[in-house]
């Protein structure tokens, strides 16, 4: 991480820019791209899984649907969730007692899909830089004061790129890199508390994608 030093100067640089207005506008203009990627990303979801058959239905019980909120427990509307698997591409929805689904996890390997500022599988963190329109370490910077944003972790064999939109109940996205710096898988969350999962729901997401290869890890 970073070194105290940098800490004390980060946040100098923090207590001058909000009186100016200069580092908030810089968080919202990294943190906008975030929103609109992960915006992208959903609704590729939802075209799949409005154009395609699932491969999975689960219906939810009731101790499923059991979440958290404000410190007591609450039963979650949502009933049934299913998984549509789409050449190299799974996504899990959520519905209700109207079969309406939503997206509540998408992953892909897929370099023919293409998202906000036409990032795809196979571009190079240098073009989400550019798409960005900061470095990554800049982006995850200007989120540092935020519980938000941009975020690396970086290792000699690749990484990830993440986007946090809240730290609760937030969308989330997951860019994983290889050594080379190349985009090998994106993933969408909605982290919803009340968007509930089974066990075998999410068990079969990871067989399927497995299965069609897409785990770059």
């Not at 990294?30 to 915006?39: C, K, M, R, S, W």
């Not at 909120?69 to 998984?83: A, F």
């Not at 399927?208 to 897409?214: S, T």
């Amino acid at each position: 991480m970073f070194q105290v030093s940098w800490k004390i100067l980060a946040f100098t640089v923090l207590i001058m820019a909000v009186s100016s207005g200069a580092f908030a506008a810089s968080f919202r203009e990294v943190n906008d791209v975030g929103i609109e990627l992960a915006d992208s990303i959903s609704f590729l979801g939802s075209q799949i899984i409005a154009n395609n058959k699932p491969a999975l239905q689960v219906k939810l019980s009731k101790a499923e649907r059991m979440y958290d909120e404000d410190g007591g427990s609450k039963v979650s509307p949502y009933l049934l969730n299913r998984v549509w698997a789409k050449d190299k591409t799974v996504v899990c929805g959520v519905a209700k007692k109207n079969k309406k689904f939503e997206v509540e996890h998408l992953i892909t390997s897929d370099p023919g899909i293409f998202f906000t500022g036409g990032l795809h599988v196979g571009d190079t963190l240098k073009a989400l830089e550019e798409i960005i329109g900061a470095t990554i370490v800049e982006a995850a910077e200007a989120g540092e004061f935020e519980g938000a944003g941009w975020d690396v972790d970086a290792t000699s064999s690749g990484g990830t790129v993440t986007w946090d939109s809240a730290p609760e109940n937030a969308d989330s996205i997951v860019i994983y890199f290889d050594q080379t710096r190349t985009i090998t898988q994106i993933e969408f969350f909605s982290n919803k508390s009340y968007m509930p999962v089974s066990e075998n729901t999410q068990a079969f997401i990871i067989d399927k994608a497995r299965e069609l290869k897409i785990f770059s890890r």
